[in-house]
């Protein structure tokens, strides 16, 4: 089990930018893929971002896609998300997720296909 803890979230206009962290701990010498997703108030949880083990495959929502860069930093056991022209639509709770995986390069965009999530950063986009 890996615990996963975000943070970087707050309150931003639109058209502004915040950059998202998740610090990885506890049994961190396994490969994993990691993602984030998010959920709004009423809505279910939704992918955000993806990137594998090594770091060389990524994929993103196409609501993001352009706007938003997933990055992970491994020997830091640390996760990031860049978030740039954000808009009053990005508004939600921003979670960052785990997967062992014996593949390096795989990588997952369906909540239940990850095993460890963080608790949760509030990311607020005003117009």
């Known amino acids: 089990q890996v615990q996963l803890v975000e943070s970087g979230g707050g309150l931003v206009q639109a058209g502004g930018s915040l950059r998202l962290s998740c610090a990885a701990s506890?049994?961190?010498?396994?490969?994993?893929?990691m993602g984030w997703f998010r959920q709004a108030p009423g809505k279910d949880r939704e992918f955000v971002a993806t990137?594998?083990?090594?770091?060389?495959?990524?994929y993103y929502a196409d609501s993001v896609k352009g706007r938003f860069t997933i990055s992970r930093d491994n020997a830091k056991n640390t996760l990031f998300l860049q978030m740039n022209s954000l808009k009053p639509e990005d508004t939600a709770v921003y979670y960052c997720?785990?997967?062992?995986?014996?593949?390096?390069?795989?990588?997952?965009?369906?909540?239940?296909?990850?095993?460890?999530w963080g608790q949760g950063t509030q990311v607020t986009v005003s117009s």
């Open positions: 990137i594998s083990w090594i770091g060389g495959s990524t």
């Open positions: 506890g049994r961190t010498a396994r490969s994993y893929a």
């Open positions: 997720a785990a997967r062992g995986v014996s593949s390096g390069s795989s990588y997952y965009i369906r909540p239940h296909d990850y095993d460890d």
